[in-house]
Protein backbone atom coordinates (compact mmCIF):
# COMPACT_ATOMS: atom_id res chain seq x y z
CA UNK A 1 0.00 0.00 0.00
CA UNK A 2 1.39 3.47 -0.74
CA UNK A 3 1.43 6.06 1.85
CA UNK A 4 1.83 9.52 1.55
CA UNK A 5 2.52 11.87 4.40
CA UNK A 6 1.78 15.29 3.39
CA UNK A 7 4.22 16.21 4.93
CA UNK A 8 8.06 18.35 5.12
CA UNK A 9 6.58 20.31 1.69
CA UNK A 10 6.85 23.94 3.46
CA UNK A 11 3.50 23.96 3.24
CA UNK A 12 0.01 23.18 5.11
CA UNK A 13 -2.45 20.67 3.61
CA UNK A 14 -6.21 20.48 3.55
CA UNK A 15 -7.98 17.14 2.75
CA UNK A 16 -11.29 17.50 1.72
CA UNK A 17 -13.74 14.04 1.76
CA UNK A 18 -17.23 15.09 -0.26
CA UNK A 19 -16.82 17.04 -3.57
CA UNK A 20 -20.23 18.78 -3.74
CA UNK A 21 -21.67 21.57 -2.03
CA UNK A 22 -20.18 22.17 1.20
CA UNK A 23 -17.03 20.41 0.61
CA UNK A 24 -15.70 22.24 -2.50
CA UNK A 25 -17.44 25.57 -1.21
CA UNK A 26 -15.09 25.07 1.63
CA UNK A 27 -12.19 24.57 -0.62
CA UNK A 28 -12.62 26.70 -2.95
CA UNK A 29 -13.13 29.82 -0.01
CA UNK A 30 -10.22 28.66 1.75
CA UNK A 31 -8.44 28.93 -1.69
CA UNK A 32 -9.73 32.43 -2.69
CA UNK A 33 -7.79 32.97 0.93
CA UNK A 34 -4.93 31.06 0.77
CA UNK A 35 -2.32 30.64 -2.52
CA UNK A 36 -1.07 27.16 -3.50
CA UNK A 37 2.34 28.11 -1.88
CA UNK A 38 0.77 28.48 1.80
CA UNK A 39 -2.21 25.77 0.97
CA UNK A 40 -2.21 22.64 -1.06
CA UNK A 41 -5.87 21.40 -1.21
CA UNK A 42 -6.53 18.03 -2.27
CA UNK A 43 -10.63 16.93 -2.34
CA UNK A 44 -11.67 13.13 -2.58
CA UNK A 45 -14.66 12.31 -4.46
CA UNK A 46 -16.00 8.82 -4.99
CA UNK A 47 -18.81 9.97 -7.62
CA UNK A 48 -17.54 11.43 -11.31
CA UNK A 49 -18.85 14.90 -10.51
CA UNK A 50 -18.02 18.11 -8.42
CA UNK A 51 -20.20 20.85 -7.09
CA UNK A 52 -23.98 20.31 -8.94
CA UNK A 53 -27.43 20.38 -7.82
CA UNK A 54 -29.00 17.31 -6.55
CA UNK A 55 -32.14 19.08 -5.39
CA UNK A 56 -32.66 19.94 -9.48
CA UNK A 57 -32.34 16.52 -10.21
CA UNK A 58 -36.58 15.85 -10.06
CA UNK A 59 -36.47 18.82 -12.47
CA UNK A 60 -34.07 17.25 -14.95
CA UNK A 61 -36.09 13.90 -14.61
CA UNK A 62 -39.25 15.73 -15.60
CA UNK A 63 -37.63 17.40 -18.50
CA UNK A 64 -37.79 21.00 -17.18
CA UNK A 65 -34.40 20.68 -17.27
CA UNK A 66 -32.96 19.32 -20.56
CA UNK A 67 -29.23 19.46 -20.02
CA UNK A 68 -27.36 17.26 -17.27
CA UNK A 69 -24.45 19.70 -16.87
CA UNK A 70 -26.57 22.80 -16.39
CA UNK A 71 -27.22 21.16 -12.51
CA UNK A 72 -23.50 21.59 -12.43
CA UNK A 73 -22.27 24.44 -10.88
CA UNK A 74 -18.35 24.01 -11.44
CA UNK A 75 -16.48 20.72 -13.12
CA UNK A 76 -13.63 19.28 -11.68
CA UNK A 77 -11.51 20.96 -14.56
CA UNK A 78 -12.94 23.98 -13.07
CA UNK A 79 -11.59 23.67 -9.35
CA UNK A 80 -8.12 22.38 -10.91
CA UNK A 81 -7.51 25.54 -13.25
CA UNK A 82 -8.09 26.97 -8.85
CA UNK A 83 -5.25 24.98 -7.62
CA UNK A 84 -7.52 22.24 -5.91
CA UNK A 85 -6.81 18.98 -6.76
CA UNK A 86 -9.85 16.90 -7.20
CA UNK A 87 -9.77 13.09 -7.47
CA UNK A 88 -12.74 11.64 -8.89
CA UNK A 89 -13.69 7.85 -8.50
CA UNK A 90 -11.67 8.18 -5.39
CA UNK A 91 -13.40 6.95 -1.92
CA UNK A 92 -11.74 7.51 1.66
CA UNK A 93 -12.57 4.21 3.47
CA UNK A 94 -10.34 4.80 6.66
CA UNK A 95 -9.75 8.26 9.06
CA UNK A 96 -6.93 7.80 10.87
CA UNK A 97 -7.19 11.26 13.33
CA UNK A 98 -3.91 9.95 14.94
CA UNK A 99 -1.63 10.30 12.57
CA UNK A 100 -3.16 12.98 10.42
CA UNK A 101 -3.79 10.76 7.51
CA UNK A 102 -6.94 9.33 5.60
CA UNK A 103 -6.66 6.31 3.58
CA UNK A 104 -8.29 5.71 0.15
CA UNK A 105 -9.16 3.69 -2.30
CA UNK A 106 -9.52 4.29 -6.49
CA UNK A 107 -12.68 2.39 -7.98
CA UNK A 108 -10.80 1.97 -11.28
CA UNK A 109 -7.93 -0.16 -10.43
CA UNK A 110 -8.50 -0.48 -6.75
CA UNK A 111 -5.49 0.77 -5.63
CA UNK A 112 -5.26 2.09 -1.63
CA UNK A 113 -2.53 4.57 -0.16
CA UNK A 114 -2.41 7.06 2.09
CA UNK A 115 -2.94 10.83 2.18
CA UNK A 116 -1.58 13.11 5.45
CA UNK A 117 -3.73 16.44 6.20
CA UNK A 118 -2.49 19.22 8.52
CA UNK A 119 -6.38 19.91 8.26
CA UNK A 120 -9.50 17.69 7.49
CA UNK A 121 -12.92 18.71 6.06
CA UNK A 122 -15.89 15.88 6.44
CA UNK A 123 -18.71 16.54 3.75
CA UNK A 124 -20.03 13.09 3.34
CA UNK A 125 -23.21 14.23 2.46
CA UNK A 126 -26.24 11.58 3.21
CA UNK A 127 -27.50 8.01 2.04
CA UNK A 128 -31.41 7.62 1.14
CA UNK A 129 -33.11 5.80 3.28
CA UNK A 130 -33.34 1.63 1.75
CA UNK A 131 -35.21 -0.33 4.00
CA UNK A 132 -33.97 -3.76 4.25
CA UNK A 133 -37.13 -5.72 2.11
CA UNK A 134 -36.96 -8.27 -0.32
CA UNK A 135 -36.84 -7.52 -3.59
CA UNK A 136 -35.60 -3.70 -3.15
CA UNK A 137 -32.26 -3.94 -5.17
CA UNK A 138 -34.00 -5.66 -8.06
CA UNK A 139 -33.45 -3.84 -11.34
CA UNK A 140 -35.65 -0.81 -12.12
CA UNK A 141 -36.00 0.07 -8.08
CA UNK A 142 -34.31 3.45 -7.70
CA UNK A 143 -32.94 5.69 -5.43
CA UNK A 144 -32.45 9.16 -6.05
CA UNK A 145 -29.26 10.95 -4.84
CA UNK A 146 -26.53 11.50 -7.53
CA UNK A 147 -26.69 12.72 -11.14
CA UNK A 148 -25.65 8.70 -11.60
CA UNK A 149 -28.71 7.86 -10.15
CA UNK A 150 -30.52 10.30 -12.78
CA UNK A 151 -29.21 9.32 -15.40
CA UNK A 152 -30.00 5.55 -14.34
CA UNK A 153 -33.93 6.55 -14.03
CA UNK A 154 -33.81 8.17 -17.18
CA UNK A 155 -32.53 5.36 -18.62
CA UNK A 156 -34.88 3.01 -17.06
CA UNK A 157 -37.67 5.20 -18.10
CA UNK A 158 -36.94 5.28 -21.55
CA UNK A 159 -36.45 1.21 -22.02
CA UNK A 160 -39.26 0.47 -19.14
CA UNK A 161 -41.79 -1.98 -20.59
CA UNK A 162 -44.69 -0.04 -19.55
CA UNK A 163 -46.05 3.34 -18.21
CA UNK A 164 -46.70 2.34 -14.62
CA UNK A 165 -44.32 4.03 -11.66
CA UNK A 166 -44.35 3.67 -7.94
CA UNK A 167 -43.04 6.34 -5.50
CA UNK A 168 -42.21 5.13 -2.31
CA UNK A 169 -42.41 7.99 0.16
CA UNK A 170 -43.93 11.44 0.16
CA UNK A 171 -41.37 13.92 1.20
CA UNK A 172 -40.08 16.13 -0.97
CA UNK A 173 -38.20 14.23 -3.13
CA UNK A 174 -41.45 11.47 -3.45
CA UNK A 175 -43.79 14.50 -4.36
CA UNK A 176 -41.02 15.68 -6.91
CA UNK A 177 -40.68 13.10 -8.36
CA UNK A 178 -43.89 11.96 -8.92
CA UNK A 179 -44.27 14.99 -10.54
CA UNK A 180 -41.77 14.50 -12.80
CA UNK A 181 -42.80 10.99 -13.63
CA UNK A 182 -46.14 12.27 -14.38
CA UNK A 183 -44.69 14.73 -16.67
CA UNK A 184 -43.02 12.03 -18.50
CA UNK A 185 -46.44 10.37 -19.07
CA UNK A 186 -46.65 7.86 -16.13
CA UNK A 187 -49.56 6.74 -14.41
CA UNK A 188 -48.47 7.81 -10.33
CA UNK A 189 -49.06 5.77 -7.33
CA UNK A 190 -47.24 7.29 -4.02
CA UNK A 191 -47.28 5.31 -0.98
CA UNK A 192 -47.13 6.76 2.28
CA UNK A 193 -46.52 5.15 5.71
CA UNK A 194 -48.18 8.20 6.82
CA UNK A 195 -52.14 8.89 6.66
CA UNK A 196 -51.26 12.53 4.60
CA UNK A 197 -48.16 13.21 2.49
CA UNK A 198 -45.58 15.67 3.53
CA UNK A 199 -44.73 14.60 6.80
CA UNK A 200 -42.78 18.29 7.31
CA UNK A 201 -46.23 19.42 7.40
CA UNK A 202 -48.57 19.34 10.33
CA UNK A 203 -51.78 16.20 8.96
CA UNK A 204 -54.63 19.43 8.36
CA UNK A 205 -51.84 21.16 5.38
CA UNK A 206 -50.89 17.86 4.11
CA UNK A 207 -54.54 16.73 3.82
CA UNK A 208 -54.49 19.72 1.40
CA UNK A 209 -51.39 18.56 -0.40
CA UNK A 210 -53.18 15.24 -0.94
CA UNK A 211 -56.51 16.61 -2.10
CA UNK A 212 -54.20 19.04 -5.16
CA UNK A 213 -51.92 15.69 -5.70
CA UNK A 214 -55.54 12.92 -6.19
CA UNK A 215 -56.72 15.90 -8.42
CA UNK A 216 -53.79 16.27 -10.74
CA UNK A 217 -54.22 12.37 -11.32
CA UNK A 218 -51.28 10.99 -9.00
CA UNK A 219 -52.97 8.19 -6.76
CA UNK A 220 -51.84 8.99 -3.26
CA UNK A 221 -51.68 5.94 -0.55
CA UNK A 222 -51.70 6.85 2.67
CA UNK A 223 -50.78 3.92 5.73
CA UNK A 224 -48.90 2.23 3.28
CA UNK A 225 -46.54 0.38 4.47
CA UNK A 226 -44.27 -1.07 2.04
CA UNK A 227 -43.54 -4.60 2.69
CA UNK A 228 -42.23 -6.26 -0.74
CA UNK A 229 -40.99 -5.61 -3.98
CA UNK A 230 -42.23 -8.11 -6.57
CA UNK A 231 -39.95 -8.97 -9.69
CA UNK A 232 -40.80 -10.82 -12.83
CA UNK A 233 -39.56 -13.56 -14.79
CA UNK A 234 -36.16 -11.55 -15.42
CA UNK A 235 -36.20 -10.42 -12.01
CA UNK A 236 -37.35 -6.93 -12.85
CA UNK A 237 -39.75 -5.13 -10.54
CA UNK A 238 -43.21 -6.05 -11.31
CA UNK A 239 -45.41 -4.77 -8.63
CA UNK A 240 -44.91 -3.25 -4.92
CA UNK A 241 -46.73 -4.87 -1.53
CA UNK A 242 -47.95 -2.79 1.19
CA UNK A 243 -50.72 -3.48 3.32
CA UNK A 244 -51.47 -6.84 1.54
CA UNK A 245 -51.98 -5.20 -1.67
CA UNK A 246 -49.85 -5.30 -5.07
CA UNK A 247 -49.34 -2.17 -6.67
CA UNK A 248 -48.31 -2.80 -10.44
CA UNK A 249 -44.82 -1.04 -10.92
CA UNK A 250 -42.52 -0.64 -14.47
CA UNK A 251 -40.33 1.35 -12.47
CA UNK A 252 -40.04 2.27 -8.49
CA UNK A 253 -38.74 5.83 -7.28
CA UNK A 254 -37.58 5.31 -3.14
CA UNK A 255 -38.25 9.11 -1.67
CA UNK A 256 -38.07 7.94 1.91
CA UNK A 257 -35.54 10.40 2.92
CA UNK A 258 -31.68 10.88 3.96
CA UNK A 259 -29.89 9.98 6.72
CA UNK A 260 -26.42 11.20 7.51
CA UNK A 261 -23.71 9.32 5.82
CA UNK A 262 -21.04 9.15 8.65
CA UNK A 263 -19.89 5.49 8.79
CA UNK A 264 -16.41 7.36 8.87
CA UNK A 265 -16.78 9.76 11.46
CA UNK A 266 -18.64 6.79 13.55
CA UNK A 267 -15.72 4.61 12.99
CA UNK A 268 -13.21 7.11 14.33
CA UNK A 269 -14.94 7.96 17.63
CA UNK A 270 -16.05 11.32 16.17
CA UNK A 271 -19.44 12.57 18.42
CA UNK A 272 -22.63 11.84 16.56
CA UNK A 273 -26.24 13.62 17.51
CA UNK A 274 -29.41 12.07 18.00
CA UNK A 275 -30.16 11.71 14.38
CA UNK A 276 -26.36 9.98 13.71
CA UNK A 277 -25.07 13.55 12.03
CA UNK A 278 -21.46 14.74 12.87
CA UNK A 279 -21.79 17.49 16.09
CA UNK A 280 -19.72 20.20 15.47
CA UNK A 281 -19.00 24.13 17.24
CA UNK A 282 -20.20 27.51 15.80
CA UNK A 283 -17.13 27.45 13.57
CA UNK A 284 -18.20 24.39 12.16
CA UNK A 285 -15.05 22.89 13.79
CA UNK A 286 -16.16 19.42 14.92
CA UNK A 287 -16.62 18.81 18.85
CA UNK A 288 -13.38 18.29 20.68
CA UNK A 289 -10.70 18.00 17.43
CA UNK A 290 -9.16 21.34 16.59
CA UNK A 291 -7.99 20.18 13.25
CA UNK A 292 -11.15 18.39 11.44
CA UNK A 293 -14.17 20.37 9.96
CA UNK A 294 -17.71 18.68 8.89
CA UNK A 295 -20.52 20.56 7.28
CA UNK A 296 -23.41 19.75 4.95
CA UNK A 297 -25.97 16.71 4.98
CA UNK A 298 -23.30 14.66 7.63
CA UNK A 299 -23.69 17.28 10.15
CA UNK A 300 -26.86 18.20 12.72
CA UNK A 301 -27.30 22.27 13.41
CA UNK A 302 -28.88 24.10 15.92
CA UNK A 303 -32.62 24.59 15.86
CA UNK A 304 -33.02 28.41 16.62
CA UNK A 305 -36.25 27.91 17.86
CA UNK A 306 -36.75 24.71 19.34
CA UNK A 307 -33.40 25.22 20.90
CA UNK A 308 -32.03 20.98 19.70
CA UNK A 309 -29.99 19.79 17.33
CA UNK A 310 -31.54 18.11 14.68
CA UNK A 311 -30.46 17.29 10.52
CA UNK A 312 -31.64 19.64 8.01
CA UNK A 313 -30.14 18.36 4.35
CA UNK A 314 -30.46 21.37 1.98
CA UNK A 315 -27.98 22.60 -0.50
CA UNK A 316 -28.65 26.23 1.04
CA UNK A 317 -27.01 25.20 4.68
CA UNK A 318 -24.26 23.18 2.93
CA UNK A 319 -22.77 25.98 1.22
CA UNK A 320 -23.11 28.10 3.90
CA UNK A 321 -21.16 25.72 5.84
CA UNK A 322 -18.46 25.20 3.37
CA UNK A 323 -17.97 29.22 3.12
CA UNK A 324 -17.76 28.79 7.20
CA UNK A 325 -15.26 25.77 7.61
CA UNK A 326 -13.01 27.91 4.18
CA UNK A 327 -12.67 30.54 5.97
CA UNK A 328 -11.29 29.22 9.19
CA UNK A 329 -9.28 26.42 7.78
CA UNK A 330 -7.88 29.26 5.86
CA UNK A 331 -7.05 31.68 8.92
CA UNK A 332 -9.92 33.71 8.61
CA UNK A 333 -13.17 33.76 11.11
CA UNK A 334 -17.11 32.58 10.54
CA UNK A 335 -19.68 31.15 12.26
CA UNK A 336 -23.15 28.81 11.52
CA UNK A 337 -25.29 30.17 14.09
CA UNK A 338 -28.43 27.42 13.22
CA UNK A 339 -31.68 27.38 11.41
CA UNK A 340 -35.20 27.39 12.06
CA UNK A 341 -36.40 25.19 9.26
CA UNK A 342 -37.42 26.60 6.40
CA UNK A 343 -38.38 24.48 3.33
CA UNK A 344 -40.44 25.35 -0.11
CA UNK A 345 -41.15 22.79 -2.85
CA UNK A 346 -43.74 22.18 -5.34
CA UNK A 347 -46.01 19.44 -7.20
CA UNK A 348 -47.31 20.79 -10.11
CA UNK A 349 -48.83 23.68 -9.71
CA UNK A 350 -49.10 23.48 -6.04
CA UNK A 351 -46.32 25.09 -3.87
CA UNK A 352 -45.49 23.69 -0.31
CA UNK A 353 -43.63 25.69 2.23
CA UNK A 354 -43.05 25.52 6.03
CA UNK A 355 -40.42 27.44 8.46
CA UNK A 356 -40.08 26.61 12.38
CA UNK A 357 -42.02 23.95 14.20
CA UNK A 358 -45.04 21.94 13.63
CA UNK A 359 -47.13 20.87 16.18
CA UNK A 360 -45.78 17.96 17.28
CA UNK A 361 -42.14 19.95 17.22
CA UNK A 362 -43.79 22.40 19.93
CA UNK A 363 -44.94 19.83 21.96
CA UNK A 364 -41.80 17.57 21.82
CA UNK A 365 -39.94 20.45 23.45
CA UNK A 366 -42.46 21.43 25.96
CA UNK A 367 -43.80 24.78 24.21
CA UNK A 368 -47.81 25.55 24.74
CA UNK A 369 -49.02 26.67 22.13
CA UNK A 370 -51.99 28.50 19.94
CA UNK A 371 -52.63 27.30 16.13
CA UNK A 372 -54.89 29.42 13.69
CA UNK A 373 -55.09 28.88 9.60
CA UNK A 374 -55.98 31.44 7.65
CA UNK A 375 -57.29 31.87 4.09
CA UNK A 376 -56.24 34.45 1.65
CA UNK A 377 -55.05 34.86 -2.04
CA UNK A 378 -52.04 35.45 -4.08
CA UNK A 379 -53.03 39.19 -4.99
CA UNK A 380 -55.54 41.29 -4.57
CA UNK A 381 -59.01 39.13 -5.08
CA UNK A 382 -60.06 41.62 -7.99
CA UNK A 383 -56.65 40.97 -9.70
CA UNK A 384 -56.25 38.72 -12.42
CA UNK A 385 -54.28 35.60 -11.51
CA UNK A 386 -55.30 35.45 -7.64
CA UNK A 387 -54.81 32.32 -6.72
CA UNK A 388 -56.14 30.46 -3.31
CA UNK A 389 -53.77 30.46 -0.35
CA UNK A 390 -53.74 28.27 3.06
CA UNK A 391 -51.61 29.80 5.87
CA UNK A 392 -51.07 28.12 9.02
CA UNK A 393 -49.13 29.66 12.02
CA UNK A 394 -48.07 28.76 15.50
CA UNK A 395 -46.99 30.99 18.13
CA UNK A 396 -46.33 30.40 21.89
CA UNK A 397 -49.14 30.97 24.04
CA UNK A 398 -48.15 32.95 26.49
CA UNK A 399 -45.54 35.29 25.07
CA UNK A 400 -47.16 35.30 21.27
CA UNK A 401 -43.71 34.55 19.73
CA UNK A 402 -43.76 33.16 16.48
CA UNK A 403 -43.16 29.72 16.12
CA UNK A 404 -43.84 28.06 12.51
CA UNK A 405 -45.50 28.68 9.78
CA UNK A 406 -47.01 26.44 6.43
CA UNK A 407 -48.13 27.46 3.56
CA UNK A 408 -50.29 25.83 1.06
CA UNK A 409 -50.96 27.77 -2.62
CA UNK A 410 -50.75 28.22 -5.99
CA UNK A 411 -47.85 30.37 -7.36
CA UNK A 412 -46.73 33.29 -5.24
CA UNK A 413 -47.03 31.24 -2.32
CA UNK A 414 -43.97 29.24 -1.19
CA UNK A 415 -41.75 32.17 -1.10
CA UNK A 416 -43.95 34.10 0.98
CA UNK A 417 -42.79 31.34 3.94
CA UNK A 418 -39.59 33.69 3.91
CA UNK A 419 -40.80 36.72 5.75
CA UNK A 420 -41.88 33.84 8.31
CA UNK A 421 -38.60 32.38 8.29
CA UNK A 422 -36.59 36.08 8.93
CA UNK A 423 -39.24 36.76 11.67
CA UNK A 424 -38.61 33.68 13.43
CA UNK A 425 -34.85 33.92 13.08
CA UNK A 426 -35.46 37.66 14.77
CA UNK A 427 -37.43 36.23 17.42
CA UNK A 428 -40.67 38.32 16.65
CA UNK A 429 -43.96 37.87 17.85
CA UNK A 430 -47.21 37.22 15.87
CA UNK A 431 -47.99 40.88 16.72
CA UNK A 432 -44.54 42.24 15.71
CA UNK A 433 -45.04 40.26 12.15
CA UNK A 434 -48.59 41.45 11.93
CA UNK A 435 -46.90 44.87 11.94
CA UNK A 436 -44.45 44.64 9.16
CA UNK A 437 -44.40 47.31 6.37
CA UNK A 438 -44.53 44.61 3.17
CA UNK A 439 -44.28 45.69 -0.11
CA UNK A 440 -47.91 45.90 -1.52
CA UNK A 441 -49.79 46.40 -5.05
CA UNK A 442 -52.31 44.57 -6.24
CA UNK A 443 -50.76 42.38 -8.44
CA UNK A 444 -48.51 40.91 -6.23
CA UNK A 445 -50.35 40.98 -2.64
CA UNK A 446 -53.72 41.82 -1.40
CA UNK A 447 -53.69 44.89 1.00
CA UNK A 448 -53.05 42.72 3.60
CA UNK A 449 -50.21 39.94 2.61
CA UNK A 450 -51.44 36.37 3.71
CA UNK A 451 -48.92 35.75 5.98
CA UNK A 452 -49.75 38.73 7.83
CA UNK A 453 -53.79 37.69 8.10
CA UNK A 454 -52.51 34.47 9.72
CA UNK A 455 -50.71 37.02 11.89
CA UNK A 456 -53.71 38.88 12.83
CA UNK A 457 -55.88 35.71 13.62
CA UNK A 458 -52.71 34.78 15.69
CA UNK A 459 -52.48 37.84 17.96
CA UNK A 460 -56.49 37.32 18.42
CA UNK A 461 -55.95 33.55 19.55
CA UNK A 462 -52.97 34.61 21.62
CA UNK A 463 -55.00 37.38 23.23
CA UNK A 464 -58.09 34.58 23.90
CA UNK A 465 -55.86 32.42 25.52
CA UNK A 466 -54.72 34.58 27.64
Given at each position: ?62 G??TD ?19 R ?15 R ?92 Q ?10 R ?38 E????V????L ?13 L?L?T ?63 G ?22 D ?82 F ?20 A?
Amino acid sequence: MERDTGRGTGRQRLVVVGGDAAGMSAASQARRLKGPDELEIVAFERGRFTSYSACGIPYWVGGEVTDRDRLVARTPEQHRARDIDVRLRTEVTELDLDRGRVRTRDAESGTESWTGYDRLVLATGARPVRPPLPGIDAPGVHGVQTLDDGQALLDRLDGAPGRRAVVVGAGYIGVEMAEALLRRGYEVTVLNRGEQPMATLDPDMGRLVRAAMDGMGITTVGGAEVTEVLTGPGGDVRAVVAGGTEYPADVVVLGLGVEPETTLARAAGLPLGTYGGLLTDLAMRVRGREEVWAGGDCVEVLDLVSGRERHVPLGTHANKHGQVIGANVAGGYGTFPGVVGTAVSKVCSLEIARTGLRERDARAVGLRYVTVTAESTSRAGYYPGAAPMTVKMIAERRTGRLLGTQIVGREGAGKRVDIAAVALTAGMTVEQVAALDLGYAPPFSPVWDPVQVAARKAVAAVREAG
